[in-house]
């Protein structure tokens, strides 16, 4: 009898924690329009000098946050029933534990600032850990 509301709230918790990530992300698809300037003024105020110019530069960022967006589409997707997109829940939160330390490198060789090398593989271990903790609570079917 207690194992069921357990159940429900780890279940409910990995929903949350997809819908969070999955908003967040969601805001990526508004730089898929914005206009240049913007992400100019963006790029010196975070720190990180002149933007760079070029079709390759505007195409990565441009591409990166649509990729981003509709991830976020995912992740609110498989929060719809967790239960039923388990293998699916499990591998995002294992792809986001090996995220961390891909990032980590990629975001200390690109030079870029302390707190976002450390926000960026911290928050996406945060986040893997998270759902597979929460796949690994109480029984394993449903």
């Known amino acids: ?25 969601l805001l990526a698809f508004f730089a898929v ?12 105020w975070l720190g990180l000098g002149v933007m760079p110019d070029g079709p390759v530069t505007m195409f990565m960022i441009r591409q990166a946050s649509f990729t ?5 589409v995912l992740l609110w997707l498989l929060s719809s029933d ?3 997109f388990r293998p699916l829940v499990l591998f995002t939160g294992i792809s986001y ?12 060789t690109s030079e ?3 707190i976002w090398t450390v926000g960026d593989s911290a928050s996406c271990l945060f986040i ?3 759902l597979i903790c929460l796949d690994r609570m109480g029984p394993r079917h449903a």
Not at 3 to 9: A, G, V
Not at 33 to 44: A, D, F, I, N, S
């Open 1 to 25: 009898m207690l194992t069921q509301p357990i159940r429900m709230r780890r279940h409910l918790f990995q929903a949350w924690l997809l819908r969070s990530v999955g908003s967040v992300e």
């Open 128 to 130: 893997g850990v998270g």
């Open 68 to 72: 981003y967006g509709l991830h976020g």
């Open 33 to 44: 329009g914005m206009p240049r300037t913007w992400m100019e003024v963006t790029h010196r």
């Open 82 to 84: 967790v239960i039923r």
């Open 112 to 114: 870029m600032p302390w």
């Open 97 to 108: 534990v090996l995220a961390a330390p891909v990032f980590f490198v990629i975001d200390s």
